[in-house]
């Protein structure tokens, strides 16, 4: 069966899927929740929570699913799943790149983290001191120049305070960028603060990323390392080394 257990004028709907879900559960459930979204003219925001308790689902409720994704193929602005199944976590990852949005996996025990990230917009900067003049930068999501523009000045302030500083910059649910105008932002702000960072850790998932150990220390002063997602304590640990 399916539960809905938030459901918020925002578009943020949580169910929860235990024991066989039916064709019932869509047409009586899921589906008018989806439908009530659309009509208060905002996108989804799902989070799907399928725990130790779900034993599948019926044909039927595969009809459903099936209906529903083509009814509302743009009617979802983020999907998040959260589960220990490990057979449906790898359907996720294999086959949510159809979706046209974004869709992650979260374990069971990281379902707050699951909330953050569905009410952060589509992309965002994250900003956080994690020691003495060391400094974390998270891109997240598809960034656009609003993006950068709302976390500009807590960059500024930043760097007025600190000559030099280490920097931390953590791709790891970066997307890229929405548009040219997104990535004139980002280059401008290397250019600002190209003096200040002495020290820096970049850590992503993608192999392009890697670049950023050979082509930042040609436009800054730093000492530059790249580490894969998986090593993100070691990149730490260099960095506040």
Not at 109 to 138: P, T
Not at 148 to 170: I, Q
Request: aromatic residues 10%; proline residues 5%; negative net charge.
């Amino acid at each position: 069966m399916i539960d809905i257990t938030e459901e918020t004028a925002e578009g943020l709907l949580e169910i929860r899927a235990t024991g066989r879900v039916t064709e019932q559960d869509y047409e009586t459930v899921l589906i008018p929740a989806v439908t009530r979204a659309r009509d208060w003219g905002v996108p989804v925001r799902l989070l799907y929570q399928i725990g130790p308790d779900f034993d599948g689902y019926s044909p039927g409720a595969l009809l459903a699913d099936a209906r529903l994704g083509l009814r509302q193929w743009r009617g979802f602005e983020k999907i998040a799943v959260v589960t220990d199944n490990d057979k449906i976590e790898a359907g996720v990852r294999m086959f949510g790149f159809t979706l046209p949005c974004p869709v992650r996996t979260f374990d069971l025990d990281k379902r707050d983290e699951a909330r953050i990230w569905l009410r952060e917009s589509l992309g965002a900067l994250h900003i956080e001191e994690i020691g003495e003049d060391a400094l974390e930068v998270q891109l997240i999501g598809r960034l656009d120049s609003a993006s950068y523009k709302a976390r500009t000045p807590d960059l500024d302030a930043y760097g007025a305070a600190h000559e030099r500083y280490r920097l931390m910059v953590d791709l790891r649910r970066f997307e890229g960028w929405q548009g040219p105008a997104a990535v004139g932002e980002h280059l401008g702000l290397i250019r600002h603060h190209r003096r200040q960072p002495y020290r820096i850790a970049v850590v992503g998932d993608k192999s392009w990323m890697k670049l950023a150990e050979t082509v930042l220390p040609m436009v800054l002063d730093a000492k530059t390392k790249y580490f894969d997602e998986d090593d993100y304590p070691a990149a730490r640990a260099w960095l506040l080394a």
